[in-house]
């Protein structure tokens, strides 16, 4: 047996072995490390301290470490010791954690730091201090990054919210001006679709190409609950036959050769919203099929997958075709076209509505030379006699192309002249310095208006005006005047009517 001699040599032993363990501990972490004693002066420095800070340990033992690296906040403000954390452990015996305050170097630069001070004791004695510290530069880095990013996330969200908003103030607004007329047949429309537009039945538009199908589809949106859902368009004459399902429905990553990844199709995309389908005369059979099973059970599978997507989407169909005649010729499921054909619209063609041409000639005129930077002082009398007499096969989207296309030609701020297509066709075949009979070219173009009655430049201006004012109630200066439908100022259009011999009824 040992005597208690030995016993306290293999304990003091002991206690040495450890105290060396715990130093090389200390020397081996990556934080620094500081021990200071009841006075707050360094007693212990390890080497990752000296390398964080630059401050050796000849620099900082037996002194106040606060004089050397926690002197002052990152705004070079002073830091008083006693306010410091670390301090008021030494006083207080309650630990502390910081990570929003600054260390500085030896070299006179700082580091933002996260360190915790813990009170040493020892028989209800408080001996001293033990600082831990690690430079949290990088994650400050990452923190501003991530900061910025976000800021930038947000900048863009509000960003993309104004330009959704605005994106719909303009297509409502587009709309609501370019559904222009004054007709008998466009007021029973607007009728119409005011009454089917709050609804979510589905809607067939029938009628010639360039007459409007879109805008109609656009107000029946907007008069809709789904209006701040999406409407989404799809031209069903302009896709693939192979690619309509996989438009339509979407498909997986690999349903077919150059499926990729898996896409949403436009249904998916205006769940909640309205889907237009223009040209629905084009679709194929199986798109047909497909396209029923949604109207019945507002569900369907992408191509390639078994899952069923369950989708809310109002339908609004249109095209140029007879579809009744397609479902007679079985190029049309006729159990498709009764689905769809709950509420037909009819959009009348621009000829059938001849009194509306003036109007819409005028919308026109200002909207395109805002577009191109040409103007003019309004049509010439004989070309708004043009425009009421023509028949205008290409419709409204005809008589928008001659009217840039006129503009286009038109030099200096005058009148316009119109250019209607048959007139151009002999501006263009005319040889240089060839010479024409004027009387064969005038034939030509008169038989566009054959069987029609002629109007003298006088009568065409006086009918013009009288229907503006008409649809004005005799309003001719200020916000919808006719003077700025004519896009004239006031006192021309005075001067005209004196000219015309026109008076307003008081």
Request: glycine share 6%; with cysteine; aromatic share 8%.
């Amino acid at each position: 047996m040992p005597n208690n001699n030995q016993s306290n040599s293999l304990n003091r032993l002991s206690l040495k072995d450890l105290q060396q363990r715990y130093f090389r501990l200390l020397e081996a972490m990556s934080e620094g490390v500081y021990g200071l004693d009841a006075d707050g002066l360094a007693t212990f420095v390890n080497p990752a301290a000296e390398r964080i800070t630059g401050w050796s340990a000849e620099d900082i033992l037996g002194k106040n470490i606060h004089q050397f690296h926690h002197h002052s906040h990152a705004d070079g403000s002073p830091y008083p010791d006693k306010d410091c954390p670390i301090y008021k452990t030494r006083l207080t015996g309650e630990s502390a954690q910081c990570e929003h305050e600054v260390f500085w170097r030896k070299d006179g630069s700082y580091f933002p730091v996260e360190y915790s001070s813990t009170p040493i004791e020892e028989d209800g004695q408080r001996l001293g201090v033990v600082v831990v510290f690690k430079d949290i530069s990088e994650r400050f880095v990452q923190q501003q990054k991530l900061k910025t990013a976000l800021q930038q996330v947000e900048r863009l969200k509000e960003q993309l919210i104004a330009e959704n908003h605005l994106l719909k103030q303009e297509i409502q607004l587009q709309s609501q001006q370019e559904l222009i007329g004054q007709s008998d047949i466009i007021a029973a429309l607007l009728e119409r679709i005011s009454q089917v537009g709050p609804t979510d039945a589905c809607v067939l538009i029938q009628g010639e190409s360039g007459t409007g199908k879109e805008l109609i589809a656009q107000a029946l949106h907007g008069a809709s609950q789904r209006k701040d859902k999406p409407i989404v368009k799809v031209n069903c004459g302009a896709i693939a036959e192979s690619l309509i399902e996989s438009e339509l429905f979407g498909h997986e990553k690999g349903a077919f050769t150059g499926a990729t990844q898996r896409r949403l199709g436009r249904f998916e995309v205006a769940d909640g919203g309205t889907l237009f389908l223009d040209e629905i005369g084009e679709l194929t059979q199986s798109a047909q099929v497909k396209l029923l099973r949604v109207l019945q059970e507002q569900e369907f599978e992408r191509v390639g997958s078994s899952s069923t997507v369950k989708v809310d989407v109002r339908i609004i169909a249109a095209t140029n075709r007879d579809l009744q005649k397609l479902v007679e010729q079985g190029e049309f499921r006729a159990d498709l076209f009764y689905r769809l054909n709950v509420f037909p619209l009819w959009v009348p063609a621009l000829r059938q509505r001849a009194t509306d041409i003036p109007l819409l000639a005028n919308y026109f005129l200002t909207k395109i030379q805002r577009h191109i930077g040409r103007y003019c002082e309004g049509f010439t009398p004989l070309s708004l006699q043009k425009m009421m007499q023509y028949s205008w096969p290409g419709n409204v989207r005809e008589l928008y192309n001659v009217i840039e296309r006129s503009l286009i030609l038109h030099s200096g701020n005058g009148l316009l002249v119109l250019q209607l297509d048959a007139e151009l066709a002999v501006s263009n075949n005319s040889l240089p310095h060839s010479s024409r009979d004027e009387r064969t070219d005038n034939k030509s173009l008169a038989g566009q208006f054959e069987n029609r009655e002629i109007l003298t430049s006088y009568d065409a201006e006086k009918q013009h005006i009288l229907r503006v004012l008409e649809f004005c109630n005799g309003r001719i200066s200020g916000k919808k005047g006719a003077a700025e439908y004519l896009d004239l100022p006031v006192s021309t259009l005075r001067s005209r009517m004196k000219k015309l011999d026109i008076q307003l009824n008081k």
